[in-house]
């Protein structure tokens, strides 16, 4: 039986998504649920700007679809409700968030807003197939996820 692109697409977006729930349920902690609920929601994220990194760096072999995929997929998780992992009290506990993300939670918002148009222009930008267009959609998204890291995530588990 010949595999089209379709199928192909389909297989790998299964086995993506199969390979990122357990990355996601991993974090669920009930004790801590702001905490383990935002840090799912950022591995996701990471599940799939990861494979788009390592192609734009040539790590492993490019392919149209699979960062089509992921990108349409990031566009998608950026769409979910992450102020619900941010509530006033869950600074504390399990977080590599910083404490100031409570005090300017405005700016916070912000760059939130700012990675979701970026990563809706890359998966445009990646289902249209130009490669240069592709790499400034992706260099603006790692810039909007990287401006929020700068200012709001601690390299350590605080």
């Not at 004790?31 to 950022?42: A, H, I, N, T, V």
């Not at 100031?100 to 807003?113: C, R, T, V, Y």
């Given at each position: 039986?010949?595999?089209?692109s379709?199928?192909?697409l389909a297989?790998?977006?299964?086995?993506t998504?199969?390979g990122a729930?357990?990355?996601?349920?991993?974090?669920l902690?009930?004790e801590?649920?702001?905490q383990?609920?935002?840090?799912?929601?950022?591995a996701?994220?990471g599940?799939?700007?990861?494979?788009?990194?390592?192609?734009?760096?040539g790590e492993?072999?490019?392919?149209?679809?699979?960062?089509?995929?992921?990108?349409?997929?990031?566009?998608?998780?950026?769409?979910?409700?992450?102020?619900?992992?941010?509530?006033?009290?869950?600074?504390g506990g399990t977080?590599?968030?910083?404490p100031?993300i409570?005090?300017?939670?405005?700016?916070?918002?912000a760059?939130?807003?700012d990675?979701r148009?970026?990563?809706?222009?890359?998966?445009?930008?990646?289902?249209g197939?130009?490669?240069k267009?592709?790499?400034?959609?992706?260099?603006?998204?790692?810039?909007?996820?990287?401006?929020?890291?700068?200012?709001?995530?601690?390299k350590?588990?605080?």
């Amino acid at each position: 039986m010949a595999w089209n692109s379709k199928k192909t697409l389909a297989a790998l977006a299964l086995a993506t998504g199969m390979g990122a729930a357990p990355v996601a349920l991993s974090h669920l902690n009930p004790e801590e649920f702001p905490q383990s609920y935002r840090q799912s929601l950022f591995a996701i994220l990471g599940a799939n700007m990861g494979p788009m990194a390592s192609m734009a760096k040539g790590e492993i072999p490019w392919d149209d679809a699979r960062f089509a995929g992921f990108a349409a997929d990031l566009a998608t998780a950026t769409t979910l409700d992450y102020m619900r992992g941010f509530p006033k009290g869950s600074e504390g506990g399990t977080t590599r968030a910083k404490p100031g993300i409570w005090e300017n939670m405005d700016d916070f918002e912000a760059k939130l807003n700012d990675l979701r148009a970026a990563a809706a222009e890359l998966a445009t930008a990646a289902e249209g197939g130009d490669k240069k267009a592709i790499m400034t959609a992706f260099q603006a998204t790692g810039g909007a996820c990287k401006s929020c890291h700068d200012e709001y995530k601690s390299k350590d588990y605080l």
